[in-house]
């Protein structure tokens, strides 16, 4: 099932494996070489720790490759719905505190809380799909239950 992805999550995720493919893969087999003219790779720290860093780097460009493979870019500008869907940015009122918090809805790679960016997948992302303003949605946390009113639904250039 493909994924929902902004056009900048994707564009982020083609620029990291170009840069693994065309950088960091190239400096490691360059890395690997310099351990390996030291002779004996039974007690070669740098070889060992190059050979580590080469598994990581293959793992992540297969990795991007799959997401990318899977990926469906969801055009945001100029976007209207009266409901909160992929991509929305949503005002929200916690009704305890009556504190407002805002929160745009993204795919989970492009999640980041220090820009109030949530995945669609998380407690809070699939509470909110579908509701419109004015609607009240609860939502389970470690902590305790929490209720939020749907206060405003826009669209917003990422």
């Not at 999550?9 to 190239?26: Q, S």
């Not at 809380?113 to 799909?129: D, T």
């Not at 579908?130 to 990422?158: H, S």
């Amino acid at each position: 099932m493909p994924s929902p992805i902004t056009k900048k999550g994707y564009d982020a995720l083609k620029a990291e494996l170009d840069r693994l493919r065309k950088v960091e893969r190239p400096q490691v087999i360059e890395a690997i070489a310099e351990a390996r003219s030291h002779g004996d790779l039974s007690e070669n720290a740098e070889y060992d720790a190059a050979k580590e860093r080469q598994g990581f780097i293959e793992s992540r460009i297969a990795e991007i490759e799959t997401k990318l493979a899977d990926a469906r870019v969801v055009e945001i500008a100029g976007r209207t719905s009266d409901t909160v869907v992929f991509g929305a940015t949503v005002s929200v009122i916690e009704q305890e505190t009556r504190s407002k918090r805002q929160y745009t809805l993204v795919g989970q790679d492009e999640a980041d809380m220090k820009f109030n960016r949530i995945s669609i997948q998380s407690p809070v992302g699939r509470a909110l799909i579908g509701k419109r303003v004015g609607d009240f949605v609860e939502v389970t946390t470690p902590a305790k239950m929490v209720e939020y009113e749907v206060v405003e639904i826009r669209f917003e250039e990422l």
